[in-house]
């Protein structure tokens, strides 16, 4: 699986690319190994290599030469609205009410997300690398969360 994530990860990010893995870089016994955490990190491709924490991601995933470690991230391309990024789903978040997507993971295949709040999750995407780009189309497809005008009254998606 690791080589085939890998595989994938290079046919897609460039070299200029800043990679985001929303959570749970690695799981079970190896990700305690830190020499081969380490030559899995090696092998990420990217100008840039972001970490948004995971409940997975202990101490030895966080200390990885990262550019960046963080529970929640907004991230901007210039080209379209903010992403707010965080392993876990929320009901909402900084600029939702401006056309922020949320992006999560955490939940696997238990929920694909909703119109503004979609799940990232390799698993739920072909164990392929997705750019803001896909992930725009697929919150078009997606319903608008049930609960969203209970916390966000007025607001449009």
């Known amino acids: 699986m690791d080589a085939v994530l890998i595989e994938n990860l290079s046919a897609k990010v460039g070299p200029k690319d800043a990679l985001w893995i929303v959570g749970d870089f690695a799981f079970g016994q190896k990700a305690k190994d830190r020499n081969w955490l380490t030559?899995?990190?090696a092998k990420l491709p990217g100008a840039e290599q972001h970490l948004i924490i995971g409940n997975h991601d202990g101490e030895a995933t966080q200390q990885l030469p990262w550019t960046s470690v963080t529970h929640l991230a907004e991230v901007a391309d210039g080209k379209g609205p903010h992403s707010v990024l965080c392993h876990y789903p929320m009901i909402t978040w900084h600029r939702?009410?401006?056309?922020?997507?949320?992006?999560f993971g955490h939940v696997h295949d238990q929920w694909m997300g909703s119109r503004n709040a979609v799940n990232?999750?390799?698993d739920v995407w072909g164990y392929v690398?997705?750019?803001i780009r896909d992930i725009e189309q697929r919150a078009k497809a997606l319903p608008e969360n049930k609960h969203w005008q209970d916390v966000e009254h007025n607001a449009e998606l």
Do not use: M
């Open 120 to 122: 990232v999750g390799v």
């Open 39 to 41: 030559r899995l990190f």
């Open 96 to 103: 939702a009410r401006k056309g922020a997507l949320h992006l």
């Open 129 to 131: 690398p997705i750019t």
